[in-house]
């Protein structure tokens, strides 16, 4: 009790404070940038891609510095990017021009000697082409995600009936309408109906983990057959198709994502296989969480759905964040 003024006076102190030292920091911050580049002789971009660790630190740093440029030149070049990513011309044959002269227009804006600074051609051309091509798989995976499931598509129902095939091989589906789908945890006789909200991704997501992971897809599926912890395994599956999308989509995954270019794969940038294996393991770790809070029934899924995503929220923050499967999944 006789604590309470206290806290309440160093509350409203915080809020009073907050806007004050951003205030500061947005007047400082380009006196401090002006400083160093004097002093060191290189500019922002230099400095991150020299001083910042391989990675997400020094991609998110390079990220950030171009996003708050105030120089319209700068702009210009994000937009040109942007429109490549969004025409998808980071492809093999086409992303190696777009870098170089991605690079050779910041070096002009900067005034950069490459003859000085070669590593700074590949470290910025590096960052560049992973920003990007994170942009474009995006344009991607939206595309996915807004093609609603199609019965006339044959590759729609061979997707579909595979996914059943890898997820019941000791069951022969009756018919492709029938009760039988509610046993991996569809809503109703048709699970065409139940991919409206995240389209054709949710389909996708499903077969690439019952297919990659079978033996792990499996012991999931059991996992959601519980007789009293039981959850809709093909439902559950799609709304974690949601969690991932939006984790990618507002950036929350970046960390995750950029580590895993530079430091694991050293690839040129994501690829739908990524997001495929983030997919699966979201899946993983939530049966993971699920199990262990043992929900005494389903309308208990809204708590443990948020409780999952503010801890792969908490994980992601941190820009050495490197998420790995993690395989075996226990029996229960």
Known sequence: MYFK???YFSNFLSWLLSPVCIFIKRISHPCFKWILRKTTGLCELQRTCYCEPSGAPRILGIEESLNNSKIAKVH???QFLDLAAKEKRFTTAGSTQIIRNTVETICCIKKINLDSHQPFNKLFGECVSIIWSLKQLLHDLEGIRTTG???CN???EKTLLELWNLLMPMTEL???VC???KDIGFQGDDPKTDFRGMGIL???NLHFFAKNYPDVALQVLSHSNHPTHGYSFAIVGINLTHL??????DGAAKSHIYNLCCHHLQVPGPTLLHFHRFYCYLFIEFDKLWMSEKPSSIMEFGRIRSLFENDIRLLLSNPNCLLKLNIPVEHV
């Open 174 to 176: 009756e018919s492709r």
């Open 5 to 7: 003024p206290f806290v």
């Open 202 to 204: 949710g389909l996708e």
């Open 149 to 151: 499931y199609d019965s």
């Open 154 to 156: 044959l590759e729609h």
């Open 179 to 181: 009760n039988a789908w």
């Open 244 to 249: 991932a999308y939006i984790l990618w989509k």
């Open 76 to 78: 210009i070049l994000i």
